[in-house]
């Protein structure tokens, strides 16, 4: 396992509780990416970064699939996953533990490749859409929902002008965001058909508390490698810059989000 990777699926595994309340808006992103994949029948569908399960949810409800394997590197969070699979019925639910980059899935095996927001965490993004266009059959379909270029300005002028300024989450925005001309590149290098790609912009009123928690479930691990009191002092800090920085409607901050749907051209 890659160190990059492991700190990330770490940070997940450690937050996995308190994930699903965090972000449950996230639910709604994966059910419009869903919603946007091309109408057919898909028996054979791939999760990669499934995570808690929500978008494997939402194309079950959509396409009833024969058969859905979800691959994610954190415990954790397949332990959520696993606690609701007795809910679901007719779909044969396989679960494994791994990055994209080494999915214990067969080549050509899928007729559908989903993956949300779990895109940006991927350390080496040309490597992550080679390695699913891989897993798709010919004429297969991938949707993909990540985090976009520009989101979360109110955050990072926080964090810039805290001081000392915390490097690595400050940078962690541009290593992670991507915009359409990014994200047509990393699909047309893996041989893919780019049929949409989109961006949405939100802006979101929430309480400063809501907005570290849900940073905190979905990046706690970029806050450093610090002692669990400089963790308090330093969060301590940000919270109280971004208290300065409220409004009436109390903490305003925009997010964007990069949806992506491609096909695996039929060979021949
Ligand atoms: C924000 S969650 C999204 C989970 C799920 N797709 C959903 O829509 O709720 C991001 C997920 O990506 C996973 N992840 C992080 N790095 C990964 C990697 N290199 N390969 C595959 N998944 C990864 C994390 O463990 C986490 O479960």
Known sequence: MSEARDLVADGFTESATDYEDAVRFNIEGSQRLVMSIPSGRYDDVLDVGCGT?????????????????????SEGMLKQFEAKLGEIEGVDVTLAQGGVEN????????DLVVCSMAYHWFP????????MAQALRPGGVIAILCSGRGGEQAFRDVLANLEPPNYVWL????????????MEDYLLQAGL??????????TRHTTVEAYLDRMRAVAGHLIGDKTEEEVAAYMGMVQAAMDEASGPRGWTYDFVKLYAVARKPLVG
């Not at 940078?171 to 990014?182: C, K, T, V, W």
Request: zero cysteines.
């Open 53 to 73: 399960g929500w978008t494997s949810q939402a194309v079950i409800d959509r396409f009833r699939p024969a058969r859905l394997t979800g691959v994610d590197p």
């Open 103 to 110: 999915m214990p899935v067969a080549d050509e095996s899928f």
């Open 124 to 131: 080496r993004k040309w490597a992550a859409a080679q390695a």
């Open 171 to 182: 940078g962690a925005f541009d290593a992670l965001q991507r915009d359409i001309p990014e």
């Open 193 to 202: 058909e780019p049929l949409d790609l989109w961006t949405e912009r939100r």
